[in-house]
């Protein structure tokens, strides 16, 4: 890495990167959007609770030609002319204006406007367990990433080392060669060696600089300065408590439930939706017509027809039941039916995947903590052997493939150490993931 590049890095903690990606990443911001818009359906849901009021005013001219019988509307809309049934029609058009106010408060249904209301409260539960969902396994998929660059940067840190110790040999074993102390195909040997040392650390370099752009991407704001701190991750490992962890309360589960719950409250508006409706119906209008209702003389002027001459109100009680829309409602409410058994077995699926999960998660944490404890017995053998090889080899007891081997064992133990270390975090992250308790592993990690 370049001085310049470094100097640009900013270094963060973990809680840092956690808080950011739940402020800053888009698909979170998706699914805070998706809560609001259900919360307005609720208020939404709830108007039907209240009277629909209907007013309007309008100016016609027209002709008043009637006749005796009945007619059906066109596609719902009826043309209602009023006036004297007479031999012959009357073409001669007059204005009218026409004012009506309508009130109709369905008071009482049966429970349908408050099924309406708890299917909608169901979605916003929903709605809220998925976000919390979401949100718990970003913060994994952070964390998990966070770990990943973090052994990256202390591979390029192992490959930076090699590098330095393959340079260093090199320059020996060329100035051995030189002076006719070791053979010349030492040489290209060395050469070799120090060519794949530059190799390893630019494949190391790309790999960390990928996963740099993965965590910042998981962040909502692509960048590749990132620089992670490594906290307490390499200085101590983490502690297995013996108390059994449980994935009961793991949030997949629960936005799981409230599938279930959303279904089952649909099925209830669905069934409900076949009920009647009572009204309390109130009604008030006014006519004018440049027609006298006097004598049946003619105005023809707009001042003469909209002019009010009668008023009249109503007051009522209606009841309204589609009675043939019970076969309709009886196959919804199957339908329903089957989609609650449905996520009932997504939900039995998810609590089989989160109970394996959970056992895989604790072996691997038991066999990586051992992993973990191994690898600094094989980095002091492997720091052994790479001292005794180098001083036989500069002594002119071994030859430098000996040497070369015990370059790759050290090479090999830094990275394993690094490796094991991390694996060990992981572990215990995937843990976390499939108890549903993000605390699990946060509280290990030094501050």
Partial sequence: MSPVYKAAAQKVKLQEILEKGKQNYPFLKAKQAEIQHT??????????????LIV????????????????WPNEGSAISPSGGIRSENIYTGTFGSFTTALADWRFFN???????VKS????????QADYENELFQHQ???????????INQKLVEAQRQNLERALVFKRVTDAAVSSGMRPGVDSSLSAAEYAKAQLLLLESQRSEKAQRLRLSELTGTLQDSIEVDSMGFYSQLPVIHDQPDSFLKNPALRFSQAQIDVSLARSLAVRKSYLPSISLLAAGWARGSGI????????????????????????????RWNLTNIAKVRNDYKSEQFQVERFKELYETQKLQLDRQLREAQMQLQLSLEQARLTPVQLGAAQRAYNQAEARYQSGLTDLFTLAQSVNALNRAEIDKFVTNGNVWRALLMKAAAAGDMSLFLNQIGN
């Fill in 39 to 52: 919360e307005n359906r609720i208020k939404s849901a709830k108007t039907d609770y209240l009277p629909a």
């Fill in 56 to 71: 309007q005013d309008q100016y016609t001219f027209a002709t008043s030609n009637s006749v005796t019988g009945a007619y």
């Fill in 140 to 150: 994994v998929r952070i964390a998990d990433a966070y770990l990943v660059l973090l």
């Fill in 110 to 116: 049966f429970g349908k406007v408050k099924a309406n």
């Fill in 120 to 127: 909608a409260k169901a979605e916003l539960s929903r709605n």
């Fill in 292 to 319: 006298s209702n006097k004598d049946d003389s003619y105005r023809t002027d707009f001042a003469s027809g909209v002019g009010y001459q009668v008023y009249n109100y109503l007051f009522g009680i209606s009841t």
